[in-house]
């Protein structure tokens, strides 16, 4: 697997059903081709990243938000330094590809 400067995940809040995670990271880092086993919302507080699936390309920036499907493999490149809340189920796992 590629090694790359990943960004801070921290948890914030555990409920019932949803779990509330923290993004922190500068220009330059990312995350390698990975996928959530249950869909996401990732909620951008301040800077840009481009998250790449096979087929799309986005760019999240600040005051926007993105719906990560269950099962989407895609990767994560932080363009300015980053600050970003996701939310997702309690029992949501994050998978790298090998």
């Not at 995670?21 to 959530?36: D, E, R």
């Amino acid at each position: 697997m590629e090694v790359i400067n990943n960004p801070d995940l921290t948890h914030l809040h555990i409920g019932s059903a949803l779990k509330v995670l923290k993004i922190n990271a500068t220009a330059g880092m990312g995350m390698p081709l990975h996928h959530s086993t249950k869909e996401g919302v990732i909620i951008v507080q301040q800077g840009e990243a481009r998250l790449k699936s096979k087929n799309n390309i986005f760019f999240l920036q600040k005051g926007s938000s993105f719906l990560i499907p269950a099962g989407l493999e895609h990767s994560l490149t932080i363009l300015k330094d980053f600050k970003a809340v996701v939310v997702m189920a309690i029992d949501s796992n994050i998978n790298f590809k090998n």
